[in-house]
């Protein structure tokens, strides 16, 4: 019984922690865009590779 005493305000901390956390990642714009991410997976680049020039290799100065 005696653990519930430390045990209580430390898990009251965590909470408290957490929620401060939670209302920072609101604020700073953290669940804007959610869907975004996920639709710019499937979207499909159709412009070909530009090959300007060629990409160093053994023995080139980059």
Not at 5 to 17: A, D, K, Q
Not at 24 to 35: I, P, V, Y
């Amino acid at each position: 019984m005696e653990i519930l005493l430390l045990l209580i305000p430390l898990s009251l901390v965590l909470v408290g922690v957490i929620a401060v956390v939670m209302l920072w990642a609101a604020k700073s714009g953290q669940f804007d865009d959610l869907e975004g991410p996920a639709h710019s997976v499937v979207m499909d680049d159709d412009s070909p590779p530009r090959h300007d020039e060629e990409p160093p290799g053994p023995g080139r100065a980059p």
